[in-house]
């Protein structure tokens, strides 16, 4: 027990000095910090190596390129700085920018009136052309106008214009927004929805890389009424951004001419079709191509995980202990050992009940907005894995202890063991042994559960499995090896467990418990004195 509180204590402690810095400002540091999904081609995408002139995703051996890529080059020229790329989900990009994580959003974004309050925009730097995204063996195939899609299950996506304007296709019914084109692709070929609203160059390298697909474009008076605001695009940049007037100055000097070709240019590096191999033979090609990126991303699954564990059944445990405490005499005491107590308690509460997503949100971007203070990425992601966890084992350690006999803490108490000695040479052994399969299903939900990290930008399983699909357009290929490899991550540690649960039951477990036990029983009674 001294050895696992001990190893318990040091990694608090490394991670306690783990360093924070304030938030920067674009102006203050020699680089020009952007944000885009790095999943939308022909807009912007991932690859695996710098040609065609790609840029390095920050923390990641990956590279983007597209046209909004193409366009940060520009302006990060004219800024004279270093151009960085932050690989960012699209609901993360907006409290990005806010909290100073990165200084401008590249990334297809359209300067709403909505988003207008939150954010400035630069002028426009390309104009889109809208269409809806069928099967081109499916009844919706010939379509003409947006009203002929009565009964067609229509989505977009979500936070983007494109789904406010399925109420325009009369008949049509509206499915739930999805968050990227990746879902939404793969719900077109698999049949759940009949279609989604999208962008022609988006459009034209989906049906690029699927051949089932088909891109429905309108005549002029057969499509959609939009505000010309909503088909344009614009840089995001922070309120008050002083750079505004020089990438101001970059866009005007690119004429439509110029924003064409460049366009037109992406879009025929992602016109590149799959050989058809067989659903077995490209996940063969899938692994050879990508087998290292998924094995490193499971490492990072794997650490934060661990380490999250570990340290949230730590904070269990603590809290625990001090739960089962006896009131203090001295009133100044109890007092605090009240207000302490209710903390506790609004803790638990608010990480039970509330998604980690949602904390991770919070604590990444929150932190930088509220309390200009800038986490390592890494840093955050450990510590909402560690607090989430210690909300949820703090009530699994006090079942644990309620479990243990009251005559041990009597036995205990009758021998002038403090409470302190009490629970550290009794108590948390068995509450240890007792808690150990729900600590392994704590460990397997957290394993699953890093996935929605890649909100902050967290390169772990998912998030490189999602990557790769967007890449070669082989979802149900990629997910289902990314669905093989968290198989074998929750399988293994199961079976670890199983076999500590078994060490820990084994003859000399249960001799050195028995040993323990017995004098104390022996010794009550001669305390006792009846004998």
């Keep these: 027990m001294k050895k696992i509180f001990s190893l318990i204590f040091a990694t608090l402690l490394v991670l306690s000095l783990a360093p924070t810095t304030p938030v920067k400002a674009a102006s203050d540091d020699n ?31 990956q590279y983007a390129n597209g046209y909004d890529v193409q366009i940060s080059k520009k302006i990060a020229a004219k800024l004279d700085k270093k151009l960085v790329i932050i690989k960012t989900k699209w609901d993360g990009l907006l409290p990005a ?50 009203n002929d899609f009565k009964g ?59 051949p089932k697909f088909k891109m429905i474009t309108f005549a002029d008076g057969k499509g959609f009424k939009t505000n010309p605001d909503d088909t344009q695009t614009a840089v995001g940049l922070k309120k008050g951004d002083k750079n505004l007037e020089d990438i101001n100055t970059v866009l005007a000097g690119m004429s439509q001419a110029e924003q064409t070709k460049t366009m037109d240019q992406m879009v025929a590096l992602q016109t590149q079709t799959t050989q058809k191999v067989g659903f077995w033979g490209q996940v063969k090609e899938i692994l050879k191509n990508n087998g290292g990126d998924f094995v490193q991303a499971a490492g990072m699954t794997l650490f934060i995980s661990i380490i999250g564990t570990f340290i949230g059944t730590f904070i269990g445990l603590m809290i625990g202990v001090f739960r089962t405490s006896k009131k203090s005499a ?24 509330t998604p980690m997503i949602v904390q991770a949100m919070v604590i990444y971007y929150g932190s930088a907005q509220f309390l200009d203070i800038s986490l390592d990425k890494t840093l955050a992601a450990l510590l909402i894995v560690s607090i989430n966890t210690g909300a949820y084992m703090s009530e699994i350690v006090r079942g644990g202890i ?38 392994g299903n704590e460990f397997v939900i957290n394993i699953k559960d890093t ?31 990314i669905a093989a490899i968290y198989f074998v991550l929750t399988f293994t540690v199961t079976r670890i467990l199983r076999l500590v649960e078994k060490k820990l039951d084994s003859e000399n477990y249960t001799t050195g418990a028995n040993q323990m036990q017995l004098p104390l029983e022996k010794k009550v009674v001669e305390i006792g004195g009846e004998k």
């Excluded at 929805?193 to 988006?202: A, S």
């Excluded at 403090?418 to 729900?438: C, D, E, F, Y």
């Design 31 to 61: 680089e020009f910090r952007v944000g885009m999904e790095a999943g939308y081609p022909p807009f912007n995408w991932t690859q695996k190596t710098n040609a065609d002139g790609a840029v390095k995703i920050d923390g990641t051996n």
């Design 152 to 210: 067609a299950k229509i989505t977009g996506q979500q936070g983007v214009f494109h789904y406010d304007l399925i109420p325009q296709m009369t008949g049509a019914t509206k499915e739930p927004a999805m968050g990227d084109f990746s879902a939404m692709r793969v719900a077109l070929e698999s049949g759940t929805i009949d279609g989604y609203v999208g962008e022609r160059p988006e459009g034209i390298t989906a049906v690029s890389k699927n």
């Design 97 to 146: 920018l806010t909290s100073g994580k990165i200084d401008a959003i590249i990334a297809g974004m359209s300067p709403t009136a909505e988003r207008k309050q939150a954010i400035d925009f630069s002028q426009n730097y390309y104009t889109s052309q809208l269409v809806v995204m069928v099967k081109k063996d499916g009844k919706y195939a010939n379509a003409k106008s947006i």
């Design 402 to 439: 309620f479990a243990v006999d009251k005559g041990q803490f009597e036995a205990a108490s009758a021998l002038g063991m403090s409470h302190g000695q009490t629970m550290r040479k009794i108590v948390l052994p068995q509450v240890i042994r007792n808690i150990l399969p729900a600590t």
């Design 451 to 481: 996935s929605v990290l890649n909100v902050i930008s967290i390169t772990e399983l998912f998030f490189q499995g999602n990557t790769v699909a967007q890449q070669n357009y082989q979802y149900f290929q990629t997910f289902t090896i």
């Design 330 to 353: 001295n009133l100044a005491m109890s007092l605090l050992q009240t207000v302490v107590g209710w903390l506790i308690n609004i803790y638990v509460e608010i990480f039970r009940g």
